[in-house]
């Protein structure tokens, strides 16, 4: 293995053993309550692509959540804008290590941008959120899709940059499992806002 690779591969390890510790840290300190509620969740998130990743993302929050389709929505884009934060922060210290090929550097360049615009597309959402009200109810909720799709077509673009072969495994594989976390995220999030927004017809 050439310095430079070898170089890389112990600054990516390091980042690793960061987030991965950083996750299990936060992961211990909740706590999954044990009522109703979480039934609700667990149903909700039957109907998510990744149904076993919006249960144990959102059975912690369930006492609060309750059985309301808009705090669900809600809760769900918080906690994917707190992953996608991290990813940012993430994609901008694996772009300032040294050592790495010029497509490396060029592939997450272009995630630090595209990461960074996914957070501002949800905190946006979550803006829009606040604003639902019985008049503008279908107009809000239109553009919090929008937002949230928008954070799924970055994702992709982001992911993208790291396919084919000549890249660093270790790089790629640490961008690109931090990536497609966010991206499952949302788009958990994104159908549970689909959700909201047909409970809101249901009752009409």
Sequence with gaps: MEAGSRLVFVLVAT???????????????RSVPSNANTQYVRTSCSNTSYPRLCYRSLSIYASKIKTNPKLLAHTALNITLKATKSTSRLMKRMSRIHGLKRREAAALADCVELVGDAVYELQRSIAEMRHVRGSNFYQVLADVQTWVSAVLTDDDTCMEGFSGNPMNRSVKILARRHIVKISHLASNALALVNNYAASHTNLQ
């Design 15 to 29: 980042l690793i053993l960061q987030f991965s510790t950083s996750i299990s840290s936060s992961s211990a300190a």
